[in-house]
């Protein structure tokens, strides 16, 4: 028997029964289709993390505490292990630093007239803001290095912000109520939408020594003062990435005395951060796909049922074609021929219903979604592997049937 | 028409069903058995008598337990599976009671299965359809090459099968109670046709156990408790016991 005669008779097996051929193949189909939209999914949802942590900035490092260190029982370690704000202004002293920013954050109600929004992110922050964040500013000027020095009482408006409090007034100039002081309002920034999660456009821009001074309630300002949980620094070159971090371990080793093997800070780049956050949405990705290809092998338990039915049915047959010169290696390429076709052709919708699908998802915003290539084949080839573990056993039981018993078969 | 050459051979076999630990039953018992090319032979004997045990052993269906078989000059006796089913692919031709066509392909179709399966003859499909409408001409079914067998007669249907058998040029037609499912009409038609082949040189081995059909062959052969009771030449209709 050539390949065009065993495709034939498997193309007869599965045309005969169409609607149960049809069934079976539904199992294959959703399990393909499973696999790669559940991959297209998270691969989206992987791509659309890295965007928004590139958004943030280019060439970033992040330097934090780490969260072993300090606490109650830690006390005397306490200055030495934490972050201040002059570490940051330390760090802007190295060479190759374009900027450095850190954060000390509130939340306050901000008034304008009768305008009043309520719980509004107040971030205290520093000259480079625009700069580091990638967040220039739209209109009058930014928080400049003599606001922080004299604690001035300035403020800069996300534009969603600016626009819910002044509507079509020039908000420059005007003095808003935030919590319990009067600022006035230097800038605005150019609209910036919502990255990494954070909406940019609905804050309020304070400068840090301010937040320290009197958005920081009393019963802790004298703990933790001008402590700082995180500053960021835009290097100036990728190349000098590796140089920068040695700087500012040297740095912060020295203004806290201690040994740079040991420094309670870490310095991760921007790519560190996006392995990280990937990573976690990878694993997820990976568990579902898993998920996925669990539907693929019951797709396949299909396939072997349906196949143990059809090789009962036609026991007859077999014995005729024993009878009449099939051998056991014809037979059995016969019925897995046909397993093979279920699955692949199943495989194959699958393919195409998961692919469409991806599409549709992206299209119509339920899902930012990227076909990976490497899924479809992923998908295809387990459909081809299931039908031939699945249809093997079957094709094996028709293979070796006693052609005498066969034949008598009713 | 016999020639001197033997188409089969049986020597001292038997055939033992093992049923269980500590009963078996023989089957055949040291059953010895000669025929010739061109012979015409019938095999009569009442159901448990053990000729359709021979039958299988002959159509190289089933294995003796000892003995020897030569079919054609080859012992095949003890060959696996897949040499078996090559020796029927390409040395005998079945034609069944119950015809045992395949329901979903045509006339022309079920005759070309054979050549499908067939090792030594590699045939393009162009030949096999010309090989497979001469056949099918042959046994004055011309005009039905692309009926499906539900759209046959049992006379038909057994006429699509005899062709099948001849498709590979076997050296032996063994036919199962070949009249069994026909009305007696057919049945003579049928019997007829196997005359026809028999006339043109083939070897025919027809088991039944019908005597007025038996008597259509030119031995008869009678098996009974294992054993060959009586092999009887057919002179006309007149019986002969063959010492």
Known sequence: MDLSEIIGIAWDGVTNNKLRSILTMLGVIIGVAAVIMVISVSAGTE???????????????????????????????ETQNSLYYPDAAAIATIPGITGVETERNASETVQYG?????????????????????????????????????????????STLAQNLFGSTDPIDQKVIVGNFQMTVIGVLAPRGVVGGTD???????P??????????????????????????????????????????????QRHNLSIDSLPFTIRTQSDVITTQTATTSAFGTLLAAVAAVSLVVGGIGIMNIMLVSVTERTREIGVRQAIGATPFDIRWQFLAEALMLSLTGGLLGVLVGVGGSLIFNATGIASTVVVPGSIVLAFASAAAVGIFF???????????????????? | MTSEKKIIEINDLTKVYQMGEEVSVTALDHINLEINEGEFVSIMGPSGSG?????????????????????????VSHLNKVQTALIRNNKIGFVFQSYNLLARATALHNVILPMIYSRFKKTTWAEREKRAREALEMVGLGKRLSHLPKELSGGQQQRVAIARALINDPVLILADEPTGNLDSRSGEEILELLHTLHQRGRTIVMVTHDPETAVHADRVLHVRDGRIAKDETNHNGVLSVIP
């Open chain 1, 47 to 77: 791509a659309n993390i890295a965007a928004q942590i590139e958004n943030l900035g280019t060439n970033l490092l992040f330097v934090t505490q780490n969260f072993t260190a300090g606490g109650p029982r830690n006390r005397t370690n």
């Open chain 2, 51 to 75: 000729k359709s045990t021979l039958m299988n052993i002959v159509g190289c269906l089933d294995h003796p337990t000892s003995g020897q078989y030569i079919l054609d000059g080859e012992d």
């Open chain 1, 208 to 253: 840090i020594t301010t937040v320290f001074q009197r958005y920081t309630p009393s019963q802790f300002a004298r703990v933790i003062g001008d402590r700082i949980n995180t500053i960021v620094v835009q290097v100036a070159d990728q190349s000098q990435m590796d140089n920068v971090i040695l700087q500012i371990q040297l740095l912060l080793a």
């Open chain 1, 391 to 410: 249809g093997y056993y079957p094709a094996n039981t028709a293979a070796q049937l006693d052609p005498i018993d066969a034949l008598h078969y009713e």
């Open chain 1, 200 to 206: 940019y456009d609905a804050r309020i821009y304070l």
């Open chain 1, 114 to 158: 009768d305008n009043t929004v309520d719980s509004v992110a107040v971030i205290g922050t520093t000259a480079d803001f625009p700069t580091v964040r990638d967040s220039p500013i739209g209109e009058g000027r930014f928080i400049a290095q003599s606001d922080l020095d004299q604690k001035a009482t300035v403020a800069v408006l996300g």
